[in-house]
């Protein structure tokens, strides 16, 4: 074993140098690479550069020490295997397994030997390294400090600074923490700044705590020296991060941080990372040896691809599982060492696995894998564009290349799977074509394709499917599949375009009760699909043959072809429209409808077409209009369209329009809604309507809006209606333009709020303002604003135990105007509230007894406006309590609440107001019990001051049972109460019965006395639901029900809604409906049992027939007569209304095409 070990570590060591100096060479590239711009820009020397990299050297060989061990191991057992040493050693009575015991002994000790440089040499070079950065590098020395991290100044002080200013030196938002024994205090300032005698913090406030955690100090200061042990710049230029502490260090700051409060995720991790690297070399030993003696790696190249390949893995995990531990998205503890228990596991395993049975079953398909993936990725020249192959077994014959077993090809953004291809080679070695056989799936983009045979022309970039399916989507009402097969199908490789012969298409899922048969079908995903020489079969029976068919597969783009029957009253009509989109974005809209009379044999022909090119932020439309044999109807047109990909706005349309025949013309801009970052504007238009004779009506302009606002954190501004209107007025053909405009009517309407908040004040009001003028007469021009700015703050607050002063300071300033700007209106002259208002007040709480007091002082100013507005000084004081008993289960409150005039200084204050609240809670036995009330006193005599109402509110639970009463007791009126508020509550798990009425104590009878009963349930029976309601009105005259009923795991509901009115009529409606609403049935009649007339208001069934859908609609009446006033059938194919056969009222159409 001591000939083993010397053997191993003399073979092992150079190639360990190697891994690691290799390493080193590349990060110390690395880093000067991302420091190039910065070392040209700043003319830094070499010698400085090497004095960098000196400083990094300590850490580059930390991380390096694995990469050299995983590099050391692939080469000595890779040099091994190829000379037959291996097998030599076991023939000698040396196991593999024994041969990871001097890999292991080396890298045990390289792992001591890398906690050793983390905790000793590498803080102390990585502190050396920032120095050099800052001072050769940036050639900044002063502001190098790590923003957002606290610094220990000593004599337990810790800085913190958010930001700093590079150029003048300014720290803001800087935070200074002192902790003692009996007190911690916290000083936060805008910013510091270095004086001529030291550094100052200004514009700041100072808390303090005592070591009860009270605050018995809060003070603000304008400006305050930093009295610390330590010279700030110190501290800014060399303050420690993480990497530059040793382990002791950063076990200290995690500490005096949590005590702190602060997260020290950062910290932890940092920790950890100094042990969980430290065994990296270990861990990658373990998985080094395993590995390379489990896939038997003979080559020294790939030695170094797999070296490569898991240093990247290892330490990429490493970082990005490290920054989740610190944003403490995963425990910050166990982050850093999760790629440690990984690898670990993994290496453990395959090494247990060695010379097992199971290694070789693992083994040789994991050969075959590779064996594929290593040909396709070396041998990339084999094919004329890049190709990705994976296949579980390959060989070559001729000009021929063979892959069997879980084809997968991935070709030009194609993804092809396969049970087996064959490719067919060019002499230069380039794959010509590829046959895929067995199960095959097509993926492109979002088409999927299915075939039981492809054929692939590489050099055509073109595919050909044999025998295949495919699902196209169509959003209509929902989202709609159209399965497609075809005998054969081609689709170019890098176009999205598929054309199939000999297909059949339907919408059905299972069973096909339709289907089109087509000689050809264009397939442009996404947008449209174009059928030729269409069959339509029902039940596999032919009965309608469609020259074309057309299909769109986009909710956006309109049909590309629509035909449409009708008939109706003798009349005969066809309306066909083409809808098409060139590749340039231009589009062309034709319709032509055509209506003959077949009495009459006259026809009406109407053409319309439009062409439209994309301009500027939409579409510019050339559009003409023709009638025959009325051609006054025919128009020109030009119109530009815009914010048609506008999501946020609706399409705005600016359109000039001439009718030749009339002379009549027209210019207009339509925008229905414009959204904002203030809000929506609605209904924005403009027309001019002119013909020969002159104008006939001009819109200057109108917006509408209802919500326009702009917020500033909780303050804003906003509109909740805006109106501008200006139009034309009277008889204006004769007039100019000129004219028009001086004798045009006019409208703005305004009404808004506003709302602007600050720490202890806010300012608040309405507003609403209108104008309205006709020519050059103004007949409305009022101004109407309440405007209120209050202040309050707790001036001064004492809290100690059971003992709470507070003296606190409201302000307020009341400025209401309305003025009327022309003469003879209301407000005319201007008239205005003005007053101010002072409120200073004491509250005490102690114990459960509260006091308090408050001088309400107000000053009118100015008042034109509310003449009952005076001046007011008022005292308002309270007093009350609040205890509890018996664990909660008693509790009692009362406060009191009164307000005094004090402006009589001859007498005694006049008392204006006194109220009382209390409000006790009893849980006994199970019950729960609260008692509300709220008297309001008559104060008018102040020698017989006595009740004058009382709220009260009675909540009484008992088990499932809820009852609450409310009711105003009149202690001054004759009828002390009128009327009780009642509601009842029944509940039992998810049931409940709930009745609310009102019981009128002083009438007689019953009707009287609860007058209506309303009453709503819910309930549920072995997973049936049944819920409504049930109300009695009008003394019991009116009966209201509305019951639904769904039963368990049913997709039908049932619904009764009906109104009996006793002696006059009854309104009775029912409905049954599916869960999505494709399948219902409504029903609506009314009978007058005066005039005995029987009405069906609405009758409408529809109902799925597997792929379709029919829908009868009628409204009738059976007595005193029949009578059907309209009837409508339709019969459509599922979820798709406009592909349909309908009949009725506007006669019989045909819109399947």
């Known amino acids: ?602 026809t009406d022909q109407e053409v319309t077409l439009k062409y439209g090119v994309p301009f500027l932020y939409g579409s510019l439309y050339l559009s003409t209009g023709l009638n025959s044999p009325d051609t006054n109807d025919n128009n020109l047109g030009v119109s530009y369209q815009f914010f048609e990909d506008n999501e946020v706005s609706e399409i705005a349309k600016l359109e000039l329009k001439v009718q030749p025949a009339t002379k009549e013309k027209s210019l207009s801009l339509n925008i229905p809604k414009l959204e904002t970052n203030l809000g929506d504007l609605k209904n924005i238009h403009s027309h001019i309507y002119w013909d020969s004779k002159g104008f006939d009506d001009i819109l200057f302009l109108n917006v509408e809006s209802q919500a326009f606002q702009k917020k500033y954190g909780r303050s804003l501004i906003s509109l909740s209606k805006l109106k501008l209107n200006s139009h034309s007025y009277g008889d204006i053909s004769n007039l100019s333009m000129d004219q028009i405009w001086d004798t045009k009517e006019s409208e703005i309407d305004i009404e808004g709020k506003y709302n602007f908040y600050e720490t202890f004040a806010r300012m608040y009001g309405d507003f609403d303002y209108a104008y309205t003028t006709v020519a050059t007469e103004t007949t409305k021009n009022r101004l109407e604003t309440k405007n209120t700015f209050s202040y309050k703050d707790t001036l001064y607050e004492i809290d100690r135990n059971n003992f709470d002063l507070k003296f606190n300071m409201e302000d307020s300033i009341h400025f209401n105007y309305n003025n009327d700007f022309i003469p003879g209106e209301e407000y005319s002259s201007g008239k205005t509230l003005f007053d101010y208002s002072l409120e200073p007040g004491l509250e005490i709480d102690l114990g459960v007894f509260e006091f308090g007091n408050s001088l309400e002082y107000v000053k009118v100013l100015e008042n034109s406006l509310t003449p009952s507005a005076t001046d007011e000084l008022n005292y308002n004081d309270y007093v009350g309590y609040s205890f509890s008993l018996f664990e909660k289960n008693f509790t009692n409150s009362a406060k009191l609440n009164r307000s005094f005039d004090l402006r009589n200084a001859e007498n005694s204050p006049d008392l204006q107001e006194m109220e009382l609240q209390t409000q006790t809670n009893i849980n006994l036995l199970n019950t729960k019990n609260t008692l509300q009330t709220q008297t309001k006193f008559d104060t008018t005599d102040p020698n017989t001051i006595q009740p004058d109402t009382t709220n009260i509110k009675l909540t009484n639970v008992i088990g499932p049972l809820t009852h609450r009463s409310e009711f105003d007791y009149g202690h ?75 039963e368990k795991s049913s997709n039908y509901s049932f619904g009764i809604e009906t109104t009996y009115r006793i002696s006059e009529s009854l309104e009775t409606g029912f409905d049954i409906n599916n869960r999505d609403k494709s399948e219902f049935a409504k029903i609506t009649f009314d009978y007058d049992i005066e005039d005995q007339s029987w009405d069906f208001t609405e009758f409408e069934i529809q109902k799925k027939i597997v792929c379709w859908t029919l829908n009868v609609q009628t409204k009738f009446s059976l007595l005193p007569q029949f009578d059907l006033a309209s009837f409508r059938i339709s019969f459509f194919i599922n979820y798709i209304p406009d592909k349909n056969i309908s009949y009725g009222d506007d006669g019989f159409e045909f819109g399947l095409m």
């Open 1 to 602: 074993m001591k000939k083993l070990f010397k053997y191993v570590s003399k073979e092992f060591i150079p190639p360990f140098f190697m891994g690691l100096i290799a390493f080193i060479v590349f990060v110390s590239l690395e880093l000067l690479y991302q420091l190039s711009e910065i070392i040209v820009r700043n003319n830094v020397g070499f010698s400085k550069l090497l004095i960098l990299i000196w400083y990094h050297l300590p850490y580059f060989i930390s991380m390096g020490i694995p990469v050299g061990v995983l590099f050391g191991i692939f080469w000595v057992i890779s040099k091994l295997s190829s000379a037959n040493e291996i097998i030599a050693l076991q023939t000698l009575g040396i196991p593999m397994k024994k041969l990871i015991i001097p890999f292991m002994t080396i890298s045990l000790l390289l792992s001591f030997f890398t906690f050793a440089l983390f905790n000793t040499i590498v803080p102390v070079s990585n502190y050396k390294a920032k120095e050099a950065m800052a001072l050769y590098v940036y050639q900044r020395p002063q502001a190098q400090i790590e923003e957002n991290q606290f610094v220990d100044v000593g004599d337990g002080r810790y800085l913190f600074v958010k930001q700093i200013d590079r150029e003048s030196g300014i720290l803001y938002d800087v935070l200074l923490y002192e902790v003692k024994n009996d007190y911690t205090a916290v000083f936060n300032a805008q910013q510091a700044q270095k004086g001529p005698d030291g550094w100052y913090m200004k514009n700041g406030r100072m808390f303090r705590t005592n070591e009860d955690g009270f605050l018995d100090l809060d003070i603000t200061f304008d400006q305050l020296q930093l009295d610390i042990q330590e010279d700030v710049e110190e501290f800014l230029n060399f303050s420690k991060s993480a990497n530059e502490m040793t382990s002791k260090e950063l076990k200290e700051k995690i500490t005096t941080f949590s005590k702190l409060g602060l997260d020290v995720s950062g910290l932890i991790v940092s920790y950890q990372s100094k042990f969980a690297n430290s065994l990296a070399p270990l861990v990658i030993c373990i998985l080094g040896i395993a590995l390379s003696l489990f896939l038997n790696l003979t080559s020294k190249s790939w030695s170094v691809i797999t070296t490569f390949v898991l240093v990247i893995i290892y330490q990429g995990s490493g970082a990005w599982l490290s920054a989740l531990g610190k944003e403490h998205i995963i425990n910050p503890t166990i982050s850093v060492w999760i790629p440690n228990i990984i690898f670990g596991i993994i290496g453990t395993f395959l090494f247990l696995m060695l010379d097992t049975r199971v290694s070789y079953k693992l083994l040789e398909p994991l050969k075959r894998i590779f064996s594929v993936i290593l040909f396709i990725l070396v041998g990339s020249s084999f094919f004329s564009a890049p190709v990705n192959i994976t296949s579980e077994d390959f060989y070559l014959k001729d000009d021929l290349l063979f892959l069997e077993g879980n084809v997968y090809v991935e070709y030009e953004g194609s993804t092809i799977k396969a049970d087996s291809a064959q490719g067919e080679l060019n002499e230069d070695g380039t794959i010509k074509a590829a046959t895929f056989f067995g199960d095959i799936t097509y993926l492109y983009e979002d088409i999927s394709i299915q075939a039981s045979e492809i054929t692939v022309n590489f050099e055509e970039d073109s595919a050909v499917f044999v025998n295949s399916y495919t699902i196209q989507k169509y959003k209509a009402e929902k989202e709609i599949e159209v399965r497609i097969w075809s005998e054969s199908m081609e689709k170019p490789m890098q176009e999205n375009i598929i054309e199939t012969n000999q297909t059949k298409l339907t919408t059905c899922e299972d069973c096909i009760t339709y289907y089109f048969s087509a000689r050809k079908v264009d397939i442009f995903p996404g947008y449209f699909l174009i059928a030729r020489d269409v069959v339509l079969s029902f039940f596999g029976v032919p009965v309608l043959y469609l020259p074309f068919y057309f299909q769109s597969l986009s909710e956006d783009e309109e049909e590309p072809m629509s035909l449409t029957f009708g008939y109706d009253n003798n009349e005969f009509s066809l309306l066909t429209e083409i809808n098409y989109k060139f590749e340039n974005g231009s589009k062309v809209h034709l319709s032509y409808n055509t209506a003959n009379d077949l009495i009459t044999q006259e």
């Open 972 to 1046: 001054q009126e004759e009828i002390k109460v009128d009327y009780i508020e009642n509601r009842e509550i029944l509940r039992y798990n998810r049931n409940r019965l709930q009745l609310d009425y009102r019981y009128y104590i002083h009438e007689q009878t019953f009707t009287k006395k609860i007058p209506e009963v309303l009453t709503y349930f819910l309930f549920y029976y072995e997973g049936n639901k049944i819920y409504g309601d049930f109300d009695m009105k009008e003394e019991y005259t009116v009966y209201d029900l509305d019951l639904n009923f769904l």
